[in-house]
């Protein structure tokens, strides 16, 4: 019987402590996607990427690899902030300038934009 309450206490502790970071995942996001001169006003949550979220639209993304080795899903964040996986390629100054890797990048803000022409 302490072994169950233990273990009933020790999911209950992990729940609540890992709240914050569970609802944020779930709160879905503002995303603004520009891509071949068209602009798709979308909403997304954190477990997926922006690439994935622009394939599911049918919208042209570019891509490769889909592993952060390439470049070839370059874009360019002009609002927001994302948390990138992987990145193999880019810069720290590639970065601070916006440059994202789409393929691996998630959302942390509430409101993104994303560039595929500037780039
Ligand atoms: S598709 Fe290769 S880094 Fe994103």
Redesign the pocket.
């Known amino acids: 019987m302490d072994i169950e309450i233990t273990i009933l206490f020790l999911i209950i502790t992990f729940f609540i402590s890992n709240i914050a970071l569970i609802i944020n995942a779930c709160m879905s996001k503002k995303i603004k996607i520009i891509c071949d001169n068209l602009e798709y006003d979308l909403e997304m949550t954190e477990d997926k990427t922006i690439?994935e979220l622009a394939l599911e639209h049918d919208i042209d993304a570019?891509?490769?690899?889909?592993?952060?080795?390439?470049?070839?899903?370059?874009a360019k964040l002009d609002k927001g902030t994302v948390q990138m996986d992987n990145n193999?390629?880019l810069t720290d100054d590639e970065v601070e300038d916006g440059y994202i890797?789409?393929?691996?990048a998630r959302p942390t803000s509430d409101e993104l934009e994303v560039n595929y022409d500037e780039v």
């Open positions: 690439l570019p891509y490769s690899c889909q592993g952060g080795i390439c470049s070839t899903c370059l193999q390629i890797l789409s393929c691996q």
